[in-house]
């Protein structure tokens, strides 16, 4: 990694340096005049002669194949109701992404920065009617561990796959405690908290960020040291989108067990999936740190049940440590799950990634591939569970789920919650959903249909699901995950409409106490709200 100080020298000579007749267009905010300003713009501050190899203009042959590169959620593709970007910039140095937020700034054509492309509103490379242009920092994709030291560089245009992968060829004995899907770029996981099957021990993704390299809204490249403290906290749980564009994080690697041992296990309501569950809620948040079991719950068809259909829980498990240990914790705690030695495979910690991302037969070479997995659309909802769903509760929720004449693909991913997570303040860092809860669960909904209609079949029934969910879950504000992003929860109307009262609404949700503190110091360093988006931090105001 480049000292950062040369980062910051070079940003001097290019402000100081700038053209005055592009200055002299500033907050031009014409998307036609864009097409020809900013290209000149973007041209003089990084001294080219030439960069198609950089900008592409939506009106090219090449436009559309960079676009949907690393779109995974193709229904923001389809719909007829959602504005593309004008220019698309790659840059493969951070000058070009610095020289793009400095045009971008001063012409008035706001920036959407894409690492891997999973915003699962799309905010990322769509908008609402803004006109904009697309920072992908795919070509960021640089690892460089340092086992001395525990800690990496991660270029934020990575994925966790390279992440993890890199990782491990370094050590066979550290990790990183993020999310399972290997595709996801690591510029929006970071920055919105980003957590796995290791949260119960090291806490979220965010928690373990201890340095991190930042474009402001003026075009300027720092460090933490000269961000300062307060936007260094913000970056770290609170969306990097909102404050400037991420280049690059430092991260700190944890320890990982030279064996671990996991275990996939289906139960059915025939099979006592809803006692089972009950009881889940009591001691997967209390196991030991090094324990993680997970539940996905879905309804699925099935001859032999009442009905045709049934619910399907799956018990996924991660232990730091080996099979003989787990099972005696697990005989002690939580016999009736009825786990065998036979049901678990000793492994070691980046098998154990490939399992969980369901690549258990693939080499972790895999992990390399930025490929989106799926080629669907997706819908996601998130809530926060404090106490217990009794038993009667379940057994509404899964009559809910197999409504006669629904087949939704919807599945409930439930993370155990409490260890590590206990352990650290809600105000640490702006993620703030710490002690008190039990678990988290993610709403997700995936669909291969293009047709407009089905879509919105599947998302009203969301809404529907949500609604029904509302009495078991977090209340006074129900609370929310950021990187599960919800645009039902609320919205920026358009940049000048921007409401910091009215966005309390769903930044209570995602950030509780947090979003005041958000909200000044998105005051402090973008007063005038250049890095905007439908759910970004406004700047703190009495309006």
Same mark, same amino acid.
């Given at each position: 990694?480049? /000292?950062?100080?040369?980062?910051?020298?070079?940003?001097?000579?290019? &402000?100081?340096?700038?053209?005055?007749?592009?200055?002299?267009?500033?907050?031009?905010?014409?998307?036609?005049?864009?097409?020809?300003?900013?290209?000149?713009?973007?041209?003089?501050?990084?001294?080219?002669?030439?960069?198609?190899?950089?900008?592409?203009?939506?009106?090219?042959?090449?436009? &559309?194949?960079?676009?949907?590169?690393?779109?995974?959620?193709?229904?923001?593709?389809?719909?007829?109701?959602?504005?593309?970007?004008? &220019?698309?910039?790659?840059?493969?140095?951070?000058?070009?992404?610095?020289?793009?937020?400095?045009?971008?700034?001063?012409?008035?054509?706001?920036?959407?920065?894409? /690492?891997?492309?999973?915003? $699962?509103?799309?905010?990322?490379?769509?908008?609402?009617?803004?006109?904009?242009?697309?920072?992908?920092?795919?070509?960021?994709?640089?690892?460089?561990?340092?086992?001395?030291? !525990?800690?990496?560089?991660?270029?934020?245009?990575?994925?966790?796959?390279?992440?993890?992968?890199?990782?491990? %060829?370094?050590?066979?004995?550290?990790?990183?405690?993020?999310?399972?899907?290997?595709?996801?770029?690591?510029?929006?996981?970071?920055?919105?908290?980003?957590?796995?099957?290791?949260?119960?021990?090291?806490?979220?993704?965010?928690?373990? %960020?201890?340095?991190?390299?930042?474009?402001?809204?003026?075009?300027?490249?720092?460090?933490?040291? !000269?961000?300062?403290?307060?936007?260094?906290?913000?970056?770290?749980?609170?969306?990097?989108?909102?404050?400037?564009?991420?280049?690059? $994080?430092?991260?700190?690697? %944890?320890?990982?067990?030279?064996?671990?041992?996991?275990?996939?296990?289906?139960?059915?309501?025939?099979?006592?999936?809803?006692?089972?569950?009950?009881?889940?809620?009591?001691?997967?948040?209390?196991?030991?740190?090094?324990? *993680?079991?997970?539940?996905?719950?879905?309804?699925?068809?099935?001859?032999?049940?009442?009905?045709?259909?049934?619910?399907?829980?799956?018990?996924?498990?991660? *232990?730091?440590?080996?099979?003989?240990?787990?099972?005696?914790?697990?005989?002690?705690?939580?016999?009736?799950?009825?786990?065998?030695?036979?049901?678990?495979?000793?492994?070691?910690?980046?098998?154990?990634?490939?399992?969980?991302?369901?690549?258990?037969?693939?080499?972790?070479?895999?992990?390399?591939?930025?490929?989106?997995?799926?080629?669907?659309?997706?819908?996601?909802?998130?809530? *926060?569970?404090?106490?217990?769903?009794?038993?009667?509760?379940?057994? !509404?929720?899964?009559?809910?789920?197999?409504?006669?004449?629904?087949?939704?693909?919807?599945?409930?991913?439930?993370?155990?919650?409490?260890?590590?997570?206990?352990?650290?303040?809600?105000?640490?860092?702006?993620?703030?959903?710490?002690?008190?809860?039990?678990?988290?669960?993610?709403?997700?909904?995936?669909?291969?249909?293009?047709?407009?209609?089905?879509?919105?079949?599947?998302?009203?029934?969301?809404?529907?699901?949500?609604?029904?969910?509302?009495?078991?879950? !977090?209340?006074?504000?129900?609370?929310? $995950?950021?990187?599960?992003?919800?645009?039902?929860?609320?919205?920026?109307?358009?940049?000048?409409?921007?409401?910091?009262?009215?966005?309390? %609404?769903?930044?209570?949700?995602?950030?509780?106490?947090?979003?005041?503190?958000?909200?000044?110091?998105?005051?402090?360093?973008?007063?005038?709200?250049? *890095?905007?988006?439908?759910?970004?931090?406004?700047?703190? /105001?009495?309006?």
């Amino acid at each position: 990694m480049a /000292s950062i100080s040369n980062f910051i020298l070079l940003a001097l000579v290019f &402000f100081f340096a700038w053209p005055a007749s592009i200055a002299a267009t500033h907050h031009e905010d014409n998307s036609t005049s864009s097409y020809h300003v900013f290209p000149e713009c973007f041209l003089n501050y990084t001294n080219s002669i030439n960069t198609s190899h950089l900008l592409y203009a939506s009106n090219t042959s090449s436009f &559309f194949t960079v676009f949907r590169s690393s779109i995974q959620n193709i229904r923001f593709l389809l719909s007829p109701d959602t504005t593309k970007p004008i &220019f698309i910039i790659t840059p493969t140095h951070h000058s070009q992404a610095q020289a793009a937020v400095a045009c971008g700034h001063r012409l008035g054509l706001r920036v959407r920065v894409r /690492s891997g492309g999973h915003d $699962y509103e799309g905010m990322s490379y769509v908008s609402d009617g803004e006109p904009f242009f697309i920072l992908d920092l795919v070509n960021f994709q640089s690892v460089d561990v340092n086992i001395a030291d !525990s800690t990496a560089w991660v270029g934020a245009g990575a994925t966790l796959g390279e992440v993890y992968y890199n990782i491990a %060829v370094k050590s066979p004995s550290a990790g990183f405690p993020a999310g399972i899907c290997p595709t996801v770029g690591v510029g929006g996981h970071f920055s919105g908290g980003g957590f796995g099957t290791m949260l119960r021990k090291y806490g979220t993704a965010a928690d373990n %960020v201890v340095d991190a390299i930042i474009v402001d809204v003026n075009g300027n490249i720092m460090d933490k040291q !000269s961000m300062g403290e307060d936007l260094f906290w913000a970056i770290r749980g609170g969306g990097g989108a909102s404050f400037g564009v991420i280049l690059a $994080y430092k991260i700190k690697l %944890v320890p990982v067990t030279p064996t671990v041992t996991v275990f996939r296990i289906n139960k059915t309501l025939k099979q006592g999936a809803t006692r089972l569950v009950e009881k889940w809620q009591y001691v997967a948040p209390n196991f030991d740190d090094n324990l *993680f079991i997970r539940i996905v719950a879905s309804a699925i068809n099935d001859t032999e049940s009442v009905g045709n259909r049934t619910v399907q829980t799956v018990f996924e498990c991660l *232990f730091l440590g080996e099979r003989a240990e787990l099972i005696s914790i697990l005989d002690e705690s939580f016999p009736e799950l009825g786990v065998t030695t036979n049901d678990c495979s000793e492994m070691s910690w980046i098998e154990s990634v490939l399992f969980f991302a369901g690549y258990s037969n693939e080499s972790s070479t895999i992990l390399l591939d930025r490929m989106p997995q799926f080629n669907s659309s997706f819908k996601a909802k998130s809530d *926060f569970v404090r106490e217990p769903i009794l038993e009667a509760g379940w057994e !509404s929720i899964w009559t809910f789920l197999m409504r006669s004449g629904v087949e939704e693909p919807l599945e409930m991913i439930m993370d155990p919650w409490k260890g590590r997570m206990d352990e650290i303040a809600e105000d640490t860092i702006p993620f703030p959903h710490r002690r008190g809860n039990l678990y988290n669960i993610q709403y997700f909904m995936r669909w291969f249909e293009t047709e407009e209609a089905v879509t919105q079949r599947h998302l009203r029934w969301m809404r529907e699901l949500y609604a029904f969910m509302g009495p078991y879950v !977090s209340k006074n504000p129900r609370a929310a $995950y950021l990187n599960y992003k919800d645009i039902d929860l609320g919205r920026n109307e358009t940049p000048e409409k921007t409401s910091y009262v009215k966005a309390k %609404v769903w930044g209570n949700a995602y950030f509780l106490d947090n979003f005041e503190r958000l909200a000044k110091v998105k005051a402090q360093v973008d007063p005038n709200n250049y *890095f905007w988006n439908e759910q970004s931090i406004p700047p703190y /105001s009495a309006y």
